[in-house]
């Protein structure tokens, strides 16, 4: 059974930082891509960032504040969050998939961790 599981969340105030982490198991993913996405209140969930081996693939609104990273044979991904932003605020999931493509497109993941909140205050 597969399971992803993320920590690393909490609140912090504009400008500052935080760090997700997301440790996948029951499956290898070293080659696989693996993504986070977000959704915040009354909003639709949209893609953050993924990676796959060394490539990686932002969203515009996170591009350079944002950086995803992966180790453990590629069964963890991490993502720093830089320069924060209240409108960053929301939840957060890991995601991964069986598929080779790179992409943003949420529909293209099978696992799905249970997210961790992000709070950005002013």
């Known amino acids: 059974q597969v399971q992803l599981v993320e920590s690393g969340g909490g609140l912090v105030q504009a400008g500052g930082s935080l760090r997700l982490s997301c440790a996948a198991s029951?499956?290898?993913?070293?080659?696989?891509?693996m993504g986070w996405f977000r959704q915040a209140p009354g909003k639709e969930r949209e893609f953050v960032a993924a990676?796959?081996?060394?490539?990686?693939y932002y969203s515009n609104s996170v591009k350079g504040r944002f950086t995803i990273s992966r180790n453990d044979g590629g069964n963890t991904v991490h993502l720093q969050m830089n320069s924060l932003k209240p409108e960053d605020t929301a939840v957060y999931y890991c995601?991964?998939?069986?598929?080779?493509?790179?992409?943003?497109?949420?529909?293209?993941?099978?696992?799905w961790g249970q997210g961790t909140q992000v709070t950005v205050s002013a």
């Open positions: 995601a991964a998939t069986r598929l080779d493509a790179l992409s943003g497109d949420e529909t293209m993941y099978d696992y």
């Open positions: 990676i796959k081996r060394y490539n990686t």
């Open positions: 029951g499956r290898t993913f070293s080659g696989n891509p």
